[in-house]
DNA sequence: TCGAAAAATAAGTATAGACATAATGCGGCA
DNA sequence: TGCCGCATTATGTCTATACTTATTTTTCGA
């Protein structure tokens, strides 16, 4: 491999030094200057390896202080948000969608602080079902900031998911994975047992600091997320 | 903000662009030289600002056939794998830990697939117990390729989760996120009632190709895998 | 000795120019 | 008609240089 330095062959020898502890963990790395020397290229390509990494959660940069390999190692993975209908359908069923309800009301407490709103502002509060080949698939309860999706919006058709991701900007937002036992409403919706795991994303969704919705997804039994790195 | 032109500068444009649908959903947009010149900047600031839009999934860009606004947007969310240790100590919660199990045998059928292994090779099985501040919070259940960590290779004081996220290169892998109600087993190491629903996450990784190990994390009721974006 | 101002440093970024690479589509040939 | 290959095109990347910005270190004065 002795052609052009390319920012990928740069990483991979930098990862290589990282691996064989040639750079230690807590230990800081030549600056970008002397590795482009070393390396016989440009400081642009070395940048954008190391940068490439740091983002990768390899190494630690900043400004003035270098860049270190870090004591305990923080893996970053990303893995793609697809809204519900692409889900099923790239896994070869049939989705259909089913609204269950759509009207104005006070939100519960949780909701009202993970979007940051003052005093009783009353949301807008979609329910519905999402099915595959059609079972059951995921139950949608969401609250809407009514600013961004006022009534002339019908959900009838096309899911709020489908919708906001689709009209929307987003620029925030928070989630959380956990696995939640089926009550009484979800076993009859999600037509399953009672007390059954289910797997549930909380998000929220902000644009700029105006929140936007809170959103509860609980899929039927037996989903499982996955991703690659 | 009339100075420099900013590749941050650059995307916040696209993206309003993209948002106001100047840039509709399934259509192309200018090409890079172009817009360098609207923007009456390098083409190299377009080409970080598009390249980065593209990594979030807000355009898709191919060579020669040019960049454009994906008709169903998919949004890529990151979020950060710590070892479970520092996820304890990052709530402010003692962090302890107990082998539990320690040995080879020949590993489940799923197993021998995650890690496309051929033949019955034997692996080693570790099953241990993370506790945080006191109380059980994850269980861990993971098959080790036995070349990359021998018997030398002790796990009574060192998380095998730990140990591998330290000492080895990793290059690939899966993720799988899911809830599975508590089994007997699960219930006793976990102190919880049977049939609880728990959030659960089964791992593999590779370096190269060679498989080094897969992994089931299994956590306590209530644990909640929160991320930003 | 303490603290504020100045210098030094390393990463962050912009630019113009060049070449590489992957698709696409068109024209020509069988 | 059908297929191969070449020209075209947009993105991908590298280089060299310059300037910016955050942060640390040094220096110098009170």
Redesign the interface.
């Known amino acids: 491999m002795d052609g052009p330095v390319t920012w990928q062959s740069v990483r991979a020898e930098a ?1 290589r030094r990282i ?1 064989t502890r040639e750079w230690p ?1 807590g230990g800081q790395i030549p600056n970008e200057a002397d590795l482009a020397a070393e390396f016989g290229c440009a400081r642009a390509t070395v940048n954008r390896a190391l940068r490439d990494l740091a983002t990768s ?1 390899y190494l630690e940069r900043r400004r003035k202080g270098g860049t270190r390999v870090p004591l ?12 519900i209908r ?1 889900d099923v359908e790239g896994r070869g069923q049939h989705y259909d969608y089913r609204l269950l309800a759509d009207r104005l009301a006070p939100p519960p407490l949780a909701v009202r602080d993970a979007l940051r709103l003052p005093g009783a502002t009353p949301l807008r509060m979609v329910r519905a079902l999402h099915l595959a080949d059609d079972a059951p698939f995921c139950l949608e309860e969401r609250w809407i900031n009514p600013t961004f999706a006022g009534p002339e919006v019908r959900f009838d058709t096309i899911s709020a998911n489908e919708w906001l ?2 009209n ?3 620029s ?10 089926a009550d009484a409403s979800l076993a009859e919706v999600l037509m399953c047992d009672r ?6 994303i909380d998000r929220t969704t902000f644009s700029d600091a105006e929140p936007i919705t809170a959103v509860t997804l609980t899929y039927a ?9």
Chains 1, 2 share one sequence.
């Open positions: 990862l691996h963990p959660g305990t190692p923080v893996r970053k993975a990303t893995f793609e948000i697809a809204i692409q991701v689709r929307l900007a987003f925030g937002g928070g989630f959380a994975f956990y696995a939640t036992p007390g059954a795991a289910l797997f549930a039994p037996g989903y499982r997320m996955v991703t690659r790195i």
